[in-house]
């Protein structure tokens, strides 16, 4: 593998609530995580249920560093966390990065989450090194040689997308936010010219504006359709539809992809256990199977 290049593999690319089940067993179930190797690093885009897999698979490896970049603390985001084996393994650093949330520090938000009621073990108590840090918009975060961009997206709660680069690859992050009548100029800028661009597709067109039930207006989410103007706008080479509705069925999802590809050939809809190399993607290369 060139040493420049970026891996992606896809560990959960399902939006809202997990969903296992034959009708979604090729997409796979688990809500969103995306593993990113970067050399000898590994980032890792938000914590959702696909997180446990990934988590298990280090401490048999003796992988013993994680930085977690979160888009926001909403359930399907961060429900994989508590899960997550390295936490609890001494000599394992994990160190969560995400933007403001605008209600509480991000430390106390995930100390919240893994109290009782709710979940047995404290945060405090865990064996392994938890690092938290609140970064800033704009701001540039540093994990070994690659360089991590922040940027506030379109939510009803603040989120939080990352533009990945290393070596003149780059990838973009870029779930659970909602497009504009026009394309959005905070995501056309930070996605400029990105090899990879991956983009919340949960609803249709024809879902969003409400053409057979409730409208989804101002829900915070986006199409596969507004992904395509982006992805032109900005000169993506692959667009990667995330974040699938726990509703859209195997064959559904399909269809959408079909869909956005004959208006955007560098489309692909997100598929769990699927590797995606950077460097081919921009060559027009697809993802292969784990």
């Not at 918009?137 to 994990?143: D, N, Q």
């Not at 939510?155 to 997308?161: A, I, K, L």
């Not at 992904?227 to 195997?250: M, Q």
């Not at 956005?260 to 769990?272: K, L, M, Q, S």
Request: charged residues 20%; hydrophobic residues 40%.
């Amino acid at each position: 593998m060139n040493a420049s290049n970026i891996t992606l593999r896809f560990r959960g690319v399902r939006g809202s609530l997990a969903t296992p089940g034959p009708t979604t067993a090729a997409v796979g179930g688990n809500t969103s995580c995306v593993e990113v190797t970067v050399g000898d690093h590994r980032i890792v885009l938000d914590a959702g249920s696909g997180l446990r897999a990934l988590g298990d698979e280090l401490v048999a490896q003796g992988g013993s560093d994680t930085t977690l970049l979160l888009s926001h603390l909403h359930w399907d985001h961060i429900q994989g966390l508590p899960f997550f084996t390295p936490l609890y393994v001494p000599g394992h650093r994990v160190e969560v990065v995400s933007g403001a949330n605008g209600v509480m520090p991000l430390h106390d938000a995930l100390r919240r989450q893994m109290t009782a009621p709710f979940f047995p073990v404290e945060l405090d108590d865990v064996g392994g090194r938890l690092d938290v840090r609140e970064a800033r918009a704009g701001e540039v975060v540093r994990v070994g040689d690659a360089t991590v961009r922040l940027a506030r997206l379109n939510h009803p709660d603040p989120v939080w997308g990352y533009r990945i680069e290393r070596g003149g690859r780059s990838v973009v992050y870029a779930t659970d936010t909602e497009h504009y009548a026009c394309v959005d100029p905070v995501l056309r800028r930070l996605a400029a010219d990105a090899d990879v661009l991956i983009y919340d597709a949960q609803y249709t067109p024809e879902e969003y504006r409400g053409d057979h039930g409730p409208a989804k207006v101002g829900w915070g989410h986006s199409t596969w359709q507004a992904g395509v103007e982006l992805a032109r706008a900005a000169g993506v080479r692959t667009l990667v539809l995330f974040h699938h509705d726990p509703r859209r069925s195997d064959d559904a999802v399909a269809d959408l992809e079909a869909r956005a590809r004959a208006a955007f050939p560098g489309a692909v809809a997100a598929r769990e256990g699927e590797v995606l190399d950077v460097a081919a993607a921009a060559d027009g290369v697809a993802a292969s199977a784990a």
